[in-house]
């Protein structure tokens, strides 16, 4: 009888952690991948694919809001377990956290009014480029616009950055394509600029492509989530979440 008991015992609690919440940290400020619904919702691509991620792994997702310059900060504090939200896989970021492998892998781009004649960094010298702020297109803009004469204006948030452009307090951005174009370039407010200059996919400011970030010595979770990348990939679910918000496919080679 007492052999039975604990062995119940045993079993509410592994019961218990298999069904344990997962926090998930993000910045619901950058369309379509994290973004709010009129209703309050927190909704997007990433938020999609951490719901896929957690169904295999057999744990509830939890979304935890976090403002992106403080976000590594508030990992590490333990107010959430993983980030997914868009986060390039840097060199930088990986001596304080660790990765998953990548979920998707996008470039960024300069968007500036349609009239502006680009032709390299020196042609925007003078103006005002706005940038989230701790983000790799930050990284870029210092290092590729700013030695040219441009004014790099870091943002708490990326709809920061909208509203200042529609206010005509920027002249410009460097964002991630696909989320510029869904919350910026196709809405009215958008429709006198446009991407100047190549796609950015230089590893030296942006990365491997876009991982889940966690703290460090957690090998469990890192290999159950690697998993679930890899089974989400091979039945279809990845593909199916991707149509939804794209007509590519994000992954990248």
């Excluded at 009129?38 to 935890?64: S, Y």
Aim: charged fraction near 30%.
């Amino acid at each position: 009888m007492r052999k039975s008991l604990i062995a119940l015992a045993m079993a509410v609690v592994a019961g218990s952690a298999l069904a344990a919440d997962l926090r998930v940290g993000l910045n619901p400020a950058y369309e379509p991948f994290e973004y709010k619904s009129p209703t309050g919702e927190v909704i997007g691509f990433d938020v999609d694919i951490a719901k896929a991620l957690c169904e295999q792994i057999q744990r509830k997702c939890v979304f935890v809001e976090s403002e992106w310059d403080s976000i590594i900060p508030a990992l590490q504090a333990k107010k959430f377990d993983v980030i997914i939200s868009s986060m390039s896989m840097t060199p930088e970021r990986a001596r304080v956290v660790d990765f998953t492998k990548r979920y998707y892998k996008t470039p960024s781009a300069i968007v500036v009014k349609k009239s502006v004649k680009y032709d390299g960094p020196a042609s925007l010298k003078g103006m005002k480029i706005g940038v989230l702020k701790a983000s790799t297109q930050e990284k870029w803009a210092l290092g590729e616009l700013k030695p040219a004469g441009v004014t790099v204006v870091p943002y708490q948030s990326q709809d920061q950055v909208y509203l200042d452009l529609q206010a005509g307090r920027l002249d410009g951005t460097v964002a991630d394509k696909v989320e510029v174009n869904g919350g910026f370039l196709r809405k009215p407010e958008g429709k006198d600029y446009g991407y100047v200059g190549h796609d950015q996919y230089e590893p030296k400011y942006y990365g491997e492509g876009i991982g889940i970030a966690m703290r460090k010595g957690q090998a469990d979770l890192k290999k159950q989530l690697n998993d679930a990348i890899d089974a989400i990939r091979k039945n279809g679910t990845y593909d199916k979440i991707a149509k939804k918000y794209f007509d590519f496919d994000p992954y990248g080679k």
